[in-house]
């Protein structure tokens, strides 16, 4: 079983729709976790750190459950500009601070 | 802020030789950075963790004789590929994580290096 598993997708969403989806982790020890997005080609970008209580930017939301160990992004109004892979990252552990396991990644596609 | 940057961006070599691919931090000193390689359609594979001035940190099944990892400095780590084969072929990507303040815990990513081995 991979340690982070998310739905390759793709997700194709008309401009101006709202999309979700989500990601498991396997290691319950997990101590953090964020959403990058990553470009055709290009290195991942640090979209937002995902925060027990659940956190806002703008129109992307991140929500954590740890009892279901899954982690969810949501982006509202969606923006030509947001088509992208977009990867679950997870910290593994409280002994491996700074190691990161990423997801294979979930591609959106927003269409005119 | 937060600049990591790699070079060269892209390498096409024969297989047999080395390759050399730098990793820098351009405004920030990072204590700890980080290798990975993706192939496509697929996640970032972790592939060593480098400290300033210490051995790195290889993960399991990935060979340090092969990928030689040096971090000579707080902004400076390299990785060797050493006698490339086509099956090296991927994108490498490098990060680098904060020692204090806003940049620490946080890893930032240089834009990578394709490698094709032919």
């Known amino acids: 079983r991979k340690e982070v598993e998310q739905d390759p997708g793709p997700f194709n969403v008309p401009e101006g729709a709202t999309v979700a989806f989500n990601c498991t982790y396997s290691n319950s020890a997990s101590q953090s976790f964020f959403w990058y997005r990553q470009d055709c080609r290009k290195e991942p970008k640090l979209l937002m750190s995902?925060?027990?209580s659940g956190n806002e930017d703008g129109r992307f939301t991140a929500q954590l459950n740890r009892a279901s160990q899954y982690i969810s992004l949501l982006i509202r109004d969606s923006k030509l500009s947001d088509s992208a892979t977009y990867l679950c990252v997870v910290n593994l552990g409280t002994d491996s601070w700074g190691k990161l396991q990423f997801g294979a990644g979930t591609q959106v596609v927003v269409t005119p | 802020g937060a600049v990591v940057s790699q070079h060269p961006s892209w390498v096409i070599c024969k297989s047999g030789t080395s390759v050399k691919i730098e990793c820098r931090s351009l405004?920030?000193?990072?204590?700890?950075m980080f290798w990975y390689r993706q192939f496509p359609k697929q996640s970032l594979m972790l592939m060593a963790t480098s400290n300033e001035g210490s051995k790195a940190t290889y993960e399991q099944g990935v060979e340090k004789d092969k990928f030689l990892i040096n971090h000579a400095s707080l902004t400076l780590s390299t990785l060797t590929v050493t006698s490339a084969h086509p099956e090296d072929s991927s994108f490498y990507i490098c990060?680098?994580?904060?020692?204090?303040?806003?940049?620490?815990?946080?890893?930032?990513f240089g834009p990578g290096t394709r490698l094709l081995v032919l």
């Open positions: 990060s680098a994580e904060g020692l204090a303040g806003a940049y620490q815990e946080t890893q930032y």
């Open positions: 405004d920030f000193q990072a204590t700890t």
């Open positions: 995902v925060y027990s």
